[in-house]
C-alpha cells in the first residue's frame, strides 16, 4: 500500500512563497514520476510540475520562472517551491506519484491567494 502525505499548504498575500513537500511511503518503484497537480474551484484538475526519479522536470506554462519542483529520492519526498504567488493559483493541490500503470494520489492541501 502505498501513501502520499502533503503538508505546505495555507494562505498567503498576492507576491508571497509557499513550499509545499509530499512523503511518498510503501513498496514504491525506484523508477516514477512525482508531481504535483491542483485543482480550483469549478475548474478541472491540472498538472503544475512533475519530476522523474532521474531529475527531469516538466512545468505548466502559467508557473514557469515562479515554481520550481525538486525531490529526494532517498526520501521519496517531492517539493514544490512556488514563488510569487498570484491570486489564480488558489487551488487544492495534490501529490501524485506514478509509474507503470500504478497511479497513488494524495489527499489534497489547500493554497489560498489573496490579492
Known amino acids: 500500500q502505498v501513501q502520499l502525505v502533503e503538508s505546505g499548504g495555507g494562505l498567503v498575500q498576492a507576491g508571497g512563497s509557499l513550499t509545499l513537500s509530499c512523503a511518498a511511503s510503501?513498496?514504491?518503484?525506484?523508477?516514477?514520476?512525482m508531481g504535483w497537480y491542483r485543482q480550483a474551484p469549478g475548474k478541472q484538475r491540472e498538472l503544475v510540475a512533475a519530476?522523474?526519479?532521474?531529475?527531469?522536470?516538466n512545468y505548466a506554462d502559467s508557473v514557469k520562472g515562479r515554481f520550481t519542483i525538486s525531490r529526494d529520492n532517498a526520501k521519496n519526498t517531492v517539493y514544490l517551491q512556488m514563488n510569487n504567488l498570484k491570486p489564480e493559483d488558489t487551488a487544492v493541490y495534490y501529490c501524485?506519484?506514478?509509474?507503470?500503470?500504478?497511479?497513488?494520489w494524495g489527499q489534497g492541501t489547500q493554497v489560498t491567494v489573496s490579492s
Open positions: 501524485n506519484l506514478q509509474w507503470g500503470r500504478f497511479d497513488s
Open positions: 510503501g513498496h514504491i518503484s525506484s523508477i516514477n514520476v
Open positions: 519530476v522523474t526519479s532521474g531529475g527531469r522536470t
